[in-house]
């Protein structure tokens, strides 16, 4: 993804302890699936 498209955002919120997104909604399951996908494609 260019780096273009997120120029417009100025700032950015991490749940980092689920309190945003029920937990029942797996987003850190989510994240370390495209985390993982990005750091192989990276090495």
Known sequence: ???HSFSH????????DN???HPSAR????IE???TAY???AL
């Open 1 to 3: 993804m260019p780096k």
């Open 9 to 16: 955002v100025c700032e950015w919120v991490f749940d980092l």
């Open 19 to 21: 309190t945003l997104y």
């Open 27 to 30: 987003l850190f399951d989510q």
């Open 33 to 35: 699936v495209k985390m």
């Open 39 to 41: 750091v192989m494609d």
